[in-house]
């Protein structure tokens, strides 16, 4: 605790704010020492003006008491107020202020995030209802692409990297080549399904291989630029959790594409089967900074 100080008019303004909206909100001291984690004795003492809550307490304690901090700490009326006291209730009121901001923030981020699952969850209800392809395709399309541009329009909020960062260059990279893939493949669909465009198994399989060559190089190279985040990049429970384990992951990424772009190509041109080898290469390309990523992640916690 910090000792309070009296001025020469009276006692600290603070005591007489905390008795005054403890008893407003019909609360004893029993009742708020308990809900504060402090003794009986402790409250009396702050409404007695003997102490003062420590700074890390006022945030809380302005929550239980429904009193806005600069009402509760009531900063400019303590003019004889002790100078380290003064500087303690200041930077708690910064402290709740930046919790403040801080809350604000996390409910945009899940308003835009509850948009992103409702057009998810729309995208699977067309797939599973819409029998025309063309409509499906669209449709799901559609939603695809209204995700992103939520995305996209919010990634300074959702990813928390400021307006100057490279990192938030990377995830717009990301986005933007996200939402010509989609365009690409909607209307490679759409003009295979309405006839306008005839494709050969042959010409088909050099289509699927020269998209999942782009897509491999592009996330080498741009995968070890991303900072971490919940919302762009590989996204498993082990690497959203645990920035280190995201930043291990995307290195791997970023040093196998190249290669795995290689010998994919090797193996379209020698092996029969196409869509075996197609998978198998795609199911390895993200399997092994997956599991690599997993065993670091695993190891550290085990020796926490």
């Known amino acids: 605790m910090i000792p309070a100080a009296t001025s020469k008019g009276g006692p600290a303004m603070i005591q007489d704010t905390i008795r005054d909206a403890r008893k407003q909100a019909g609360m004893s001291q029993e009742e708020l020492a308990l809900q504060m984690h402090v003794v009986r004795q402790t409250v009396s003492k702050w409404e007695r003006g003997l102490s003062v809550p420590d700074a890390s307490m006022i945030p809380e304690l302005s929550r239980i008491l429904h009193v806005p901090v600069n009402r509760l700490l009531e900063l400019d009326a303590q003019e004889g107020q002790d100078p380290d006291m003064k500087a303690s209730l200041e930077t708690a009121r910064a402290k709740l202020e930046e919790m403040d901001r801080e809350r604000n923030r996390q409910k945009l981020i899940t308003g835009k995030r509850e948009h992103i699952l409702f057009l998810a969850f729309l995208s699977l209800m067309i797939a599973l209802g819409v029998r025309n392809e063309i409509l499906s395709a669209a449709g799901i399309s559609l939603c695809a692409l209204g995700s992103l541009v939520i995305l996209y329009r919010n990634l300074p909020l959702m990813t928390g990297a400021s307006s100057a960062s490279p990192a938030l260059s990377a995830f717009r990279t990301v986005t933007i080549f996200s939402i010509l893939l989609i365009l690409l493949i909607t209307a490679g669909i ?115």
């Open 190 to 304: 759409m003009a295979t399904e309405t006839g306008y465009l005839q494709l050969s198994v042959q010409q088909e399989n050099l289509a699927a291989w020269l998209l999942i060559t782009v897509l491999m190089v592009f996330c080498g190279w741009i995968c070890p630029k991303l900072s971490w985040n919940r919302y762009v990049g590989l996204r498993l429970p082990w690497t959203v959790s645990h920035p280190q384990t995201w930043a291990l992951a995307h290195r791997i990424l970023g040093w196998i594409s190249l290669p795995s772009a290689v010998f994919y190509t090797a193996a379209v041109m020698t092996l029969p089967d196409f869509g075996a080898v197609s998978a198998t290469a795609v199911i390895l390309w993200v399997a092994v900074p997956s599991v690599l990523s997993l065993v670091f992640w695993l190891r550290k916690y085990r020796h926490q």
